[in-house]
Structure formats: structure tokens, C-alpha cells
Nanobody, 124 residues
Framework: QVQLVESGGGSVQSGGSLKLSCTVS????????FGWFRQPLGKEREGVAT???????SYTDSVKGRFTISQDNAKTLMFLEMNNLQPEDTAMYYC??????????????????WGPGTLVTVSS
């Protein structure tokens, strides 16, 4: 099992920046697949960014060039740096992770472990 806790959310004005952190604990898997998701109030959850195999990153189109996903070498922290925030970025942000027992195991798009979320509010 992997336990996740997000932090770093808050309220900013349009054009501002925030850096979200996700603390990872639990069983020490040899490989992790991480992702950030968000859910605006009254809307469906959407994927924001993923980091697989330590360096392979992907982003949804609306955040490309503004958001950066990263992790620390010990894989105990995962980050989402968000710049030039816009009101449409307002949402509850969740980190997600899968722990794998083998380095050669592929990452799945379905995440088993989720944090409770942190709220990001961007005002115009």
C-alpha cells in the first residue's frame, strides 16, 4: 500500500504560482508511477500530469508550458509546480500513485492509491 498526502494548495490571483507537494509513504516499492489529477467543483476529475520511470513526463494540453511535475530521488516526495495560474485551474488537486515490485513492470493509467486532495483557487 502507498499512502499519499497533498499540501501546498491555496488561493492566488490570476498569473500567480503555487507548488503542490505529495508526501509518499508506506511499503517501499522498487518503482513508482505518479500522477496529478484535478476536479473542479461540479465537474469530472481530469488528469493533469504524470511522471513514470522517474523521467517520463506527460501533461494535459491545457497546462503544457505552465505546470511541471517532478519527484525527489528517494521517491518520497512528488511535486507539481504551477505557474501562470488561471481561474480555470481552480479545482481540488489530487496526487495518485502505483507502487510496483519490479523495475521492468509497466506503469498503468489506472491508479490504485490517492491522496485526500488540496484545494487550489485562482481569482481573476
Amino acid at each position: 500500500q502507498v499512502q499519499l498526502v497533498e499540501s501546498g494548495g491555496g488561493s492566488v490571483q490570476s498569473g500567480g504560482s503555487l507548488k503542490l507537494s505529495c508526501t509518499v509513504s508506506g511499503y517501499p516499492y522498487v518503482k513508482y508511477c505518479f500522477g496529478w489529477f484535478r476536479q473542479p467543483l461540479g465537474k469530472e476529475r481530469e488528469g493533469v500530469a504524470t511522471i513514470h520511470d522517474d523521467v517520463k513526463t506527460s501533461y494535459t494540453d491545457s497546462v503544457k508550458g505552465r505546470f511541471t511535475i517532478s519527484q525527489d530521488n528517494a521517491k518520497t516526495l512528488m511535486f507539481l509546480e504551477m505557474n501562470n495560474l488561471q481561474p480555470e485551474d481552480t479545482a481540488m488537486y489530487y496526487c495518485a500513485a502505483n507502487g510496483l515490485l519490479f523495475k521492468t513492470s509497466p506503469c498503468s493509467s489506472q491508479y490504485k492509491n490517492w491522496g485526500p486532495g488540496t484545494l487550489v483557487t485562482v481569482s481573476s
